[in-house]
């Protein structure tokens, strides 16, 4: 999939939103409107009180998600207490949604650590065609999943829910590329927006956690 970049024509009027007060990133040289966007509108967060919430908006097709899985997986085992980080799969268009219904189903049987790396080296390394929901059920039993179980839970009403709620997060962020980083309601980012022009992906990637491990240290202080 080509990434879409995102949009900072708007930063302007993004700029007038006085959400919380300047973000230290402002310090380190990252500028709003240029390499994160602040919502006009605020977004509702399902983090317990006293979390911050941060989420990572991906597709498991996306050769961009899967490059930014291992950076990103180990940013997210240092993370402190307060932060309550989680994903949110997109599906930009309807064959996407067989790998969306995955991830959700994976989600709600406790089986992301297992399985969430093998889908995106099925995809990636070996070609695999997850794009529709016997290729996504014939791919979890081979990884020794039930299959009864699985396909209950990948028809379920919970999953479906699930999915119409990454939806609306989808719509309501804007999210038009992956991956992404929405910073509690507040603040999204990605590797394209934070890297900025003439950056490595890695570099990307790695200005992106900095970023936003900025936004979440400016909400943390109010």
């Not at 989680?86 to 995955?102: G, I, T, Y």
């Not at 990636?124 to 699985?150: C, M, S, W, Y």
Request: one cysteine or more; proline letters at 5%; hydrophobic letters at 40%.
């Amino acid at each position: 999939m080509k990434r879409r970049e995102f949009v900072a024509g708007s930063s302007a009027a993004l700029a007038l939103g006085g959400l919380v007060s300047a973000p230290a990133s402002a310090q380190a040289g990252f500028q709003e409107g240029r390499h994160y966007v602040r919502l006009q509108q605020p977004v509702p967060v399902s983090a317990p009180a006293g979390k911050i919430e941060v989420l990572e908006f991906f597709w498991y097709g996306c050769p961009h998600c899967n490059a930014f899985e291992p950076t990103l997986e180990a940013w997210v085992k240092k993370l402190p207490a307060d932060v309550a980080f989680r994903r949110v799969h997109v599906a930009f268009r309807p064959s996407f949604e067989p790998l969306q219904r995955l991830y959700a189903t994976l989600e709600n049987m406790n089986l992301v650590e297992a399985l969430h790396r093998k889908v995106f080296y099925a995809v990636h390394q070996q070609g695999a065609r997850l794009d529709k929901p016997e290729a996504v059920i014939d791919f979890v039993v081979a990884n020794g999943v039930d299959r009864t179980k699985f396909t209950e839970m990948y028809n379920s009403f919970g999953v479906q829910s699930k999915v119409r709620q990454g939806k609306q997060l989808s719509e309501a962020y804007k999210i038009d590329g992956v991956p992404a980083l929405g910073i509690h309601g507040r603040f999204y980012t990605s590797p394209a927006l934070a890297g900025g022009e003439g950056a490595s992906e890695v570099q990307g990637q790695t200005r992106a956690l900095a970023l936003t491990d900025q936004l979440v240290a400016s909400l943390r202080k109010g």
